[in-house]
């Protein structure tokens, strides 16, 4: 008998416009000890299924079909069977810890409740029960003494490691993972990952992935599916759908995560490659936030019509060097030269250079001011310049550019009638309109859906290609560099370990660290990935893991 | 271009008003706002002033309700409706007057405080967090001793001493405007700050205000009530307050006038009530945040 | 944490002293000339006004008068009532106690009463209970407090005496003095509780509220913890954390009550001490009110941000 078995599950919310189908006859199966992945865009409902799993959807959601727990379908069970079986017989592994964890619990408490609850063998006692928690926290690698702290005292990694013991408190034979690894680090996720592998082959237990990341998947899982709008695409064994993905959608998702050293995802010729003047440089550029420093003396160039990527983990100091490239934070020390001159201080001088290098932030939902239509955004920059001209010619030139065709029709739009993709068209719609020479890009595919990343990147070469424009896109993502970029360089600690063309920093590693993110990136093609993280990383833990 | 800009702006506030009159607590507050503004504006049209004037008084004193006087006479023989009616105009006018002082002072201080950052703003924030706890009834009292009596110096006891909770608001909500990524994209394109607060900041603050206005009324009315029950309000005017006053000097309570004590009182809490649900429905529909949640 | 606390007693101090000053300002600077103020309305000749002048030491100038008086409070005194001829701070001794009886019992019983509705509605939103108990907290919250005794005082009629806190016959042993000023304190502490528990209520539901939708409650459940497990052990301290911090916010609010209610019912309490001397205008009696007053509410404000950090660990580590 199958551990999980869901048969024609749908799921429908009833909403204020009627009701919406999250999920459509969805059809699966696992076994124990066996890992499946469940792979989709954001809203593609994978999450509901899994919070079907437990009956834990809110009350607006209408289910249909069946969800068979060992046999046993829980969409008919009592309230006290329900609770019985909930984390006994299947626990979850909740998206963002930061949130799924009481604050003002201790996380020894809340690992121990669900034991106490269910009356774990040997719960009697608070020593048993204590000396359970201390080998699970030893399970997921942490100290005993962890059980002592509360959730904010501990770093993104170490929340999910107690997500993960809280999850096998009562032994459950299946655990449902949700996006158990998105918004951690490379490295720390690649530990998490190895870390969850272990336990499935350890304890024989069920394993449901839900991530929006293939390759994460990849890794870790034997069966994957992979949904859409609702409905599963495509099925199989997880190799297999990677390799030679048969469903369009499957296709689109597979490309997003290109795999460094792939020639067919590296769409940069070495005829595009510039040997244009230097347009912007840094010179031993250093800040300072009181005692601790967020860049530690930078020495970087971007050359007219260049793209140079700016790799690094978060806190590495990447984005306060971007912030002080563009004169938004001043050095603590050093300089920073466009095309030989000293980054004016003066604010009307400041303003004149911000029509030469213009930003384009991660996240365009929240980069573009709700109220404002799109030809507010886009003519934002225009407005602030007093640039002479016809306005609406300006807008909608800038809006074709960025590849918003007819632009007049995207005029009266707000933000939220966009896609994601299309609001990031427009962030840089507004940085065009300007008439700049170099963009710099601040993760500015991070936050969107896989299909549309290739668009987003595509654009950017587009540009180059065509206005001549120069970029300096800072990311935390290896093969986003490798598709795109001229030159690579990676930050580290607030120091730049390593820079260089793409083919030499990322094919011929020469610092640790280099190899270390080169290492954790999820490989799935043969098995070329290392077994273990070869490199000892001298990292402080709150830098490594915030 | 500004046509379309209009026309969304006219969408939006359909909109607004469409989710407004779905909330039957904010709808009976407006509509219980609308008679009340109606009847003390009419006041001076459908009666008589002099009715007002002691000295012009000739029913009996302390007379229970009748078919004369609807609602009694008060200890001068004076008619509790007719003075009920006109008490309407000075306890909305010191509210209003109040209110838009004290509003005006915390929005300033409030976009001030989160905006330019660096010491001054925290020598104001700590100066707003000193008023703030100061308990503002006391601070009134004290200033409408010292000052000479009259309406003004009760629309600026209470305007002074309100401002502090709207500042606080103003600025937690232009520091969360201000983390939002757009304003760093708005920096970035070259706007300074008259750009970031006229562009970005106010508007997203303004509907706050609102919201924060009509409920600051609603404390401002029974601040005056208060302040005019003390015999601290003006004594050349007639208040609810001062009504109330009346009342518990010459013992309307030991007389058991309750017809003097009661229609007072009731007009504070409908025109507070009125502006309390007005102002909560309000904070529903314009911060989604709490959309579906009250 | 040490430097915490040194740095917000530090800030307190300098409220305190801030008060002491606005005392100053108010009472001093602003009227002009104080004893024309006091004196206005009476006939008065003036030689008397000099005499008066030199009496509360205005005839000096104002930087010396403020030394003088700074002095003077920081030494506990606060100056001579003219209207009582005694010392300020002899007064409100007297009166502080039934003020503290009247104000500690209503906030008590206040908190509790807004606390356990609040947190019921909240559970239960939108339910007929719930809009009861709300639409009714808002009608007493626009209620004001003077008001609200006047009519409770008017419908009980002869069943709680009207004012004053014990009758001049009560025999002197403890349990009978105990029961009269009881007796006494009812109608007074109702009228306090019904004014200011609605505040509580609303702050309460909507802290709530704003936890509902909290990931970890989602978290509790699927654990297979029942309703009101979720409730009592992860849901309510999570939501009464910040309000704790609002219930001593608008201690303000019940000290305005207290000025009113006492005044209403004749409570010899600090209250009505302020009443009285407003009505003078007895300024420096005012002026020691409202130093204490204001002083009392913003060390309660220190002592609820220090409780604050005991209680959450997110602050206690910072």
Redesign the interface.
Known sequence: MNLLELRDLSVHYRGARGEVTAVRSVSLGLEAGETLGLAGESGCGKSTVAMSVLRLLPRDARVEGQVLLDGEDVRGMSWGRLRAVRWAAASVVFQGAMHALNPVHRVGEQIAEPMRLHGVTGSASSSSVSSSVSALLDQVELPARTARAYPHELSGGQKQRVMIAMALACEPRLVIADEPTTALDVVVQAQVLDLLKRLVSERDIGLVMISHDLSVLASTCDRLAVMQHGQIVEEGPARQVIAAPTHPHTQTLAAAFPTVGDPASRHVTASDTSTGPVLLRAEGVRVDYGTTTAVAGVDLEVRAGEIVALVGQSGSGKTTLARTL?G?QRPTAGRVLFEGAELPRS?SG??AY??QV??V???PT????P?H?V??AVA??LR??RIAGD??TQVAEALSHAELRPPERF??S?PHELSGGQRQRV?IA??LA?GPRLLIADEPVASLDASVRGEILALLLRLRRELDLAALVITHDLGLAWTIADRVAVMYQGELVEQGTVEQVLLAPRHDYTRTLLAAVPQHQGSTRPDQLSVELRLPPHRLLG | ?TA??W??RRAAARATWREFAARRGGLAGLIGLAVITLLALLAPLVTDVSGLDVTRATARPWQPPSAEYWLGTDHNGRSVLLLTWWGTRVSLVVGLAATVLSVLIGTVVGIAAAHFGGWASAVLM?FTD?F????????A???S???PRGLGTIVLAIGVTAWPATARLVRAQTLAVEA???I?????????HG?VIG??VL??VLPLVFVNTTLTV?SAI?LE??LS????GDPTRVSW?SL?HA??VHG???Q?A?WF??P??LG??CV??AF??CG?ALETVLNPRLKG?? | MIRHLAGKLG?ALV?LL??VALGFV??RV??GD?VV?MTRGRPVTGDQLAELRVRLGVDKPLPEQFVDYLTAVLRGDLGTSHVYNRPVAELIGERLWPTVLLVGTSTVLAVALGLWLGIRGAWR?GSRSDRISTGLA??Q???????LG??L??ATGNLFP?GGMRYPDTPPDFLSQALDVAHHMVLPCLTLIAVVYAQYLLVMR?SL??E?HADYLTTARAKGLRDDLVRRRHAVPNALLPTVTLVF?H???V??GA??VE??FSWPGLGLL??EA??G?D?PL??G??VL??GA??SM?VFADLLYRVLDPRVRAS
Not at chain 2, 132 to 139: A, K, N, W
Not at chain 2, 184 to 192: D, I, V, Y
Not at chain 3, 141 to 147: D, E, I, K, N
């Open positions: 563009l938004l604010a400041l303003r911000r029509r213009q930003l932030l991660q996240d929240s980069a573009l001011n109220r239509s030809y507010e934002e920059g602030i310049h306005e609406p005029f009266p707000l962030v507004g940085a300007l | 271009m379309i800009v026309q969304r700590r000193f703030l706890v100061l308990p503002s009834m006391v601070l009292i004290a200033l001793t010292v000052l939002r990524p757009f760093e994209r708005a920096q970035a394109l070259g706007g300074g750009h562009r970005h508007p997203a609603a029974v009530s208060t029950f003390l015999g601290l307050g109330l009342a518990n309307a309570v030991s058991r309750w004590l009661v007072p009182g504070v809490v507070v009530l309390t649900l909560r949640e009250r | 800030g409220s801030f008060v108010l009472f602003i009227p104080p103020a939103r808002l009608a919250w626009a209620m004001p407090t003077f008001w006047m009519l005082s008017l009207s909507s509220l704003e509902m916010l201690l303000g609010l000290v305005s000025i009113t005044t209403v302020t009443y407003l009505t205008p300024l005012l002026q009110t409202f007053l204001s509410v913003i404000n």
